[in-house]
Structures are given as C-alpha cells and as structure tokens.
C-alpha cells in the first residue's frame, strides 16, 4: 500500500522560509512516479504550486517562481519543498501527490498546514 507522508508545516512570519519533506512508502522503484506539492487555503481549491517529473525537469505556479524550490532525492523515496520569502497568501493546506508515470494512477498524502502570519 502507497503512503505518502507529509512534514515540515508550521507558523513561520513573512519573509521566512520553510522546507516540507514528503517521504514515500510502498513505493518500489520511486524515481518514476511524478511528484508534485499542492496547496488549499480556506475557502479555495486545491492548487498546484509545484511539480518534478520522473526525469528531474520542474515547473511551478507563477506566485511562487523565484521564491520555491522543489527537488527530490530518490535514493530516500522523498520529495522536498523549500520555500523562501512566504508571504501571508502561502498560507495553506501543503498535499504531497505521487502520480505514476505513463498511468492515471496517482496518490495524496494528508497534507501539512503552513501558516505565514506575524
């Protein structure tokens, strides 16, 4: 059974930084699963901020170009978000998603609440 397991959330003022890990289970060969961090805030829907496909290449949401950083570490099964400069809209709900290469077959993690607030 796939789990993915999301860490790293917390308060953290404007202009700070944090780094969520979302660490794979289950998972036999993870370098080729798509990897990618949503977020939901109060009241929105779920977005995505950033994504690292199997092959290592990055796309992010506008908002956060410049400001985070996503990688991945296969070798450990995990994901990273480094996020720098937070600003009080990154306030949210951070969903971890594995999406299985060549397949619709994806999973979620059960999120991590970052809150960016003086």
């Known amino acids: 059974q796939v789990q993915l397991v999301e860490s790293g959330g917390g308060l953290v003022q404007p202009g700070g930084s944090l780094r969520l890990s979302c660490t794979a289970s289950?998972?036999?060969?993870?370098?080729?699963?798509?990897m990618g961090w949503y977020r939901q805030a109060p009241g929105k829907q779920r977005e995505l901020v950033a994504r690292i496909n199997s092959g290592g290449s990055t796309n992010y949401e506008d908002s956060v170009k410049g400001r985070f950083t996503i990688s991945r570490d296969n070798a450990k099964n995990t994901v990273y978000l480094q996020m720098d400069s937070l600003k009080p809209e990154d306030t949210a709900v951070y969903y971890c998603n594995a999406i299985l290469r060549d397949t619709s077959t994806d999973y979620w993690g059960q999120g991590t609440l970052v809150t960016v607030s003086t």
């Open positions: 289950g998972i036999i060969i993870f370098s080729i699963y798509h």
